[in-house]
């Protein structure tokens, strides 16, 4: 009982703290799941992972649109004779005990029949009966016990995902084969004059090339395709040495065998494809809980509260809203379509589309855009446009969204790739005229032996291991990479463009100034009382940050929308507001949000909200300019310009009263004189990141929602923006390195080519050789530079 | 026959096996999550059997 962090969630408890069973918690809501885990016997939950819970925040009528069926069998991924299957996804699944309680949940409610937890992608499975139980009220539960799931348009309609499967089979086939062809191949290194190798050297060398058979046509045909595709379109990429290796290897060894001249490559062959081949999949390392692919429809709802004329609410799919349909928004919820206000009090946050955490209020009559979130009380608005012709939805028919960054880019491993090839091909030609003249037998030998010694394994290697260790380490502190690609699209980045708000600015806090005559504190208690009264957004921030008072009772107060506030007690009156409204003349200052007070019907001075920007910007900016040019894009008012400058005095230029399209213009303009990197956050980013060549979204909450992008960085460690940088310069640096090394071991390897003595054990010792060296040249690199990283990190907390 | 030739069936035919057997559990979906089954298997029956008969009729609270 000492401690006063809440049992269930770890948040301190304040004076409102809730003792029960001797434990102590800090609302209602966290006690509540505490009681249902513990008639259920599930208080082990709390032993796994101390207050591992979160609070739950759950609204009644959120769920109402699962009483739809057409919804709920759009949703499910199976339904047959009263069994449903539904896969959910859950953000806050966050650790064990969340897994336990959650596998579990057939001790909540006996209808459930399975449920499993996929944690990496933080998706729950639940499988249940019909008969007496309904997805809504499962729904209902997770929410309950605090584990409420997204269900957005992502989910409508979406046909069980075909997972690509092939890397793994590929995968076990060439292991499989490599492993048993080895062992087969094994032999003949050592005597080749002994009786039984004599005798049955031919049986083994017949299943070492059945074995190898799968891996070359099926295990392999990835290179293939690869290198065929780059000979199309005339490029030389890696794939068409290593595919020239691999036929090389695969034609020479059935020859030596056909024709008893040896015992064949088929050891190196599978070999190398499996080498290759665990690269590639070192390399495909995804965050799977994170998505690189969204857009509008991961937060829109599924469906909305239609009015019939009738007056009847209805539930109906959010695609089938059309101009002229009445809809009831509730508090909490995400407006779907450009829309009028007719009824209500709306306060709508657009801090998805803008990154603007201050919530903007509206009158009836006024417009609304798509991607605003209602807070406060339930507004009716009349639909204006359908959903794909709203302001913010139109920007995805934008091509940018259908455009591939992979494919108009040549990675590092491609642009050696093409040199090598000449080279590889220029020698071997070289050699094989040299052995024609001199010894015309050995001339088909010699030609390639050289195809086979350097095929170039160890270079396809480099890349995959020292980008797919470098993206590891650039998740571990708060930068979640799409691809290895954009590592390297990164290391060439020569401009950075960023979004003000959301993005340079926090969400999470603004700061809140007094300006003006000091309030007696009669003035300032009333000021509290009524505030206190009042729902509005910036009245309940405002209030947070007053000192307490004593509590009053007020004589009168009144609430004009959109205007202000009025208290009245015993003899003092205050009026709390906008200028025109407690009667300034001040000029309304627009760059910024501003309550006015006046008491007792004269002007006493403004309480000021400003956005908090990001600590360490001037750090940032000092060292990312010495790499790259900076711009800032706003789509706000050049309010903030003035601020900006002072905390930012470096050349950077800045433009404000950008709409999206101008952002994705200016991105686009940008582009002409080198490789653009943007930083954004809210939906109206998304252009902008989508036409740069790495875009890279904020986020305060990775797991919650970020636009389309390359990557994913946490808002706390903007800062380490220009690390980011350098480190992906630096895995550059280290891909040559391993480059010039490998080329040693080619280098080597040709020696025996060229002179007509490679022997199968020459390569089957140096290929392996050179392509573990490689990785652990790599993986210790990375680290090393890395580490520094690291220190550097440390020293500055 | 020499008995080389029933080795090699025999060892050729157990790492078939083996293989049908990879092959049929990535195809079941074993290899999409890597981690939670490292998790899972460390939970035992923790779940406490009494206080939940005691409180069956508590469940329906919970619907």
């Given at each position: ?39 259920n ?22 769920f109402d649109y699962l009483d739809n069926p057409e919804i709920v069998n759009r949703l499910l991924e199976f339904n047959e004779e009263g069994m449903q299957v539904v896969n959910l996804h859950i ?8 897994i336990?309680v959650l596998e579990n949940l057939n001790r909540l409610h006996p209808a459930v029949k399975s449920s499993q937890v996929d944690?990496?992608q933080k998706r729950i499975r639940v499988c249940f009966t019909t008969s007496e139980y309904t997805l809504k009220q499962l729904v209902v539960l997770l929410s309950r016990i605090?584990y409420e799931p997204t269900i957005s348009l992502e989910d409508y309609g979406k046909k069980k995902a075909k997972v690509?499967r ?136 599924i469906a ?10 209805e539930n109906i799919e ?480 | ?23 049929v559990s990535v195809r079941q979906g074993q290899?999409d999550d890597?981690?939670t089954p490292?998790?899972r ?6 779940l406490?059997?009494?206080?939940s008969?005691?409180?069956n009729q508590?469940r329906s609270q919970t619907e």
């Amino acid at each position: 009982m000492e401690s006063s962090k809440c049992y269930h969630c770890g948040d301190s408890c304040s004076n409102t703290a809730v003792h029960f069973d001797e434990k102590i918690f800090c609302c209602q809501g966290c006690k509540m799941v505490y009681e249902i885990f513990s008639t259920n016997g599930l208080e082990y939950y709390y032993d796994l992972e101390a207050a591992a819970g979160t609070t739950p925040d759950f609204k009644p009528h959120k769920f109402d649109y699962l009483d739809n069926p057409e919804i709920v069998n759009r949703l499910l991924e199976f339904n047959e004779e009263g069994m449903q299957v539904v896969n959910l996804h859950i953000p806050h699944i966050h650790c064990s005990s969340c897994i336990w309680v959650l596998e579990n949940l057939n001790r909540l409610h006996p209808a459930v029949k399975s449920s499993q937890v996929d944690f990496p992608q933080k998706r729950i499975r639940v499988c249940f009966t019909t008969s007496e139980y309904t997805l809504k009220q499962l729904v209902v539960l997770l929410s309950r016990i605090g584990y409420e799931p997204t269900i957005s348009l992502e989910d409508y309609g979406k046909k069980k995902a075909k997972v690509d499967r092939s890397l793994i089979y590929k995968l076990g086939v060439a292991g499989f084969a490599f492993g048993n062809v080895m062992l087969l191949s094994f032999p003949e290194y050592f005597e080749v004059e002994e009786f039984w190798l004599e005798q049955y050297k031919v049986v083994f060398r017949w299943l070492m090339f059945a074995f190898s058979l799968p891996v070359v046509l099926y295990a392999a045909q990835d290179y293939f395709i690869s290198a065929y595709k780059g000979l199309r379109s005339k490029l030389l990429n890696i794939d068409v040495p290593i595919a020239l290796g691999i036929l090389a290897l695969f034609f020479r060894s059935t020859v030596d065998i056909v024709f008893d001249l040896g015992s064949g490559f088929f050891d190196s062959l599978t070999g190398l494809i499996f080498f290759l081949l665990v690269g590639k999949f070192f390399q495909q390392k995804t965050y799977a809980f994170l998505s690189f692919e969204r857009d509008y429809k991961s937060y829109f709802p599924i469906a909305v509260t239609r009015l019939q004329d009738s007056g009847q609410e209805e539930n109906i799919e959010i695609f089938k809203v059309k101009s002229g349909d009445r809809l009831i928004i509730r508090n909490q919820e995400i407006i779907p379509v450009d829309c009028m206000l007719l009824k209500g009090n709306a306060e709508i946050d657009y801090s998805f589309v803008t990154g603007e955490s201050q919530a903007i209020a509206k009158q009836p009559g006024d417009n609304l855009f798509a991607g605003g979130k209602q807070l406060g009380g339930v507004v009716e608005v009349e639909a204006m446009k359908s959903v794909s012709q709203s302001y913010l939805t139109q920007l995805w028919g934008n091509s940018v969204f259908s455009k591939n960054k992979v494919s108009g880019f040549q990675t590092i491993t491609d642009a050696i790739g093409r040199r090598f090839t000449i080279a590889v091909l220029s020698i071997a030609v070289i050699a094989a005229s040299f052995w024609l003249w001199y010894d015309p037998t050995k001339a088909a030998n010699v030609f390639t032996a050289v195809l086979i010694i350097a095929c170039p394994c160890a270079i396809a290697l480099a890349a995959p291991f020292t980008l797919g260790n470098m993206m590891r380490i650039f998740g571990k502190y708060g930068c979640y990479l799409k691809d290895t690609n954009v590592l390297e699209r990164m290391a060439k980045i020569a401009t950075v463009v960023f979004d003000k708000t959301g993005t340079l600015t926090t969400s999470n806090e603004s700061s809140i100034t007094y300006e003006g005559m000091e309030l007696y504190p009669e003035e300032a208690a009333l000021l509290k009382t009524t505030l206190r009264a009042s729902n509005h957004p910036l009245s309940r921030s405002l209030y947070q940050i007053l000192q307490e008072h004593d509590i009053q009772m007020l004589d009168e107060f009144t609430e004009e929308l959109g205007k202000g506030l009025e208290g009245k007690a015993k003899d003092q009156s205050i009026r709390i507001g906008s200028a025109e409204y407690v009667g300034t003349e001040q000029q309304p200052d627009f760059s910024e949000t501003s309550v006015h007070i006046s008491a007792n019907n004269t002007y006493k001075g403004r309480f000021a909200f400003r956005n908090n920007y990001r600590k360490g910007l001037p750090d940032l900016f000092k060292t990312l300019k010495t790499k790259a040019s900076l711009y800032i894009l706003s789509g706000d008012n050049d309010g903030e310009r003035r601020a900006l400058h002072q905390l930012l005095p470096f050349k950077v230029q800045m433009y404000f009263n950008q709409k999206p399209e101008d952002k994705l213009e200016f991105i686009e303009k940008l582009q002409e004189s080198g490789k653009v990197m943007m930083v954004g956050d809210g939906l109206n980013d998304a252009g902008a990141l989508a036409q740069s060549d790495v875009g890279v979204a904020v986020a305060e909450n990775v797991n919650v929602f970020s636009p389309a992008c390359d990557a994913i960085l946490d808002g706390k460690v903007i800062t380490r923006l220009s690390r980011f940088l350098e480190l992906a310069k630096r895995s550059m640096g280290i891909i040559k390195w391993s480059f010039l090394l490998s080329l040693c071991y080619n280098l080597i390897g040709l020696y025996f080519a060229v002179t007509g003595q490679l022997e199968p054990v020459i390569a089957a010792i140096l290929m392996p050789l050179s392509s573990i060296s490689i990785v652990a040249f790599t993986t210790v690199a990375t680290n090393v530079v890395a580490r520094r990283l690291t220190q550097t990190i440390q020293n500055e907390s | 026959m020499s008995v080389i030739y029933v080795l090699l069936a025999i060892s050729i035919s157990v790492a078939i096996v083996f293989f049908i057997a990879f092959v049929v559990s990535v195809r079941q979906g074993q290899y999409d999550d890597a981690y939670t089954p490292s998790v899972r298997m460390l939970f035992e029956d923790e779940l406490v059997d009494e206080s939940s008969e005691k409180n069956n009729q508590n469940r329906s609270q919970t619907e």
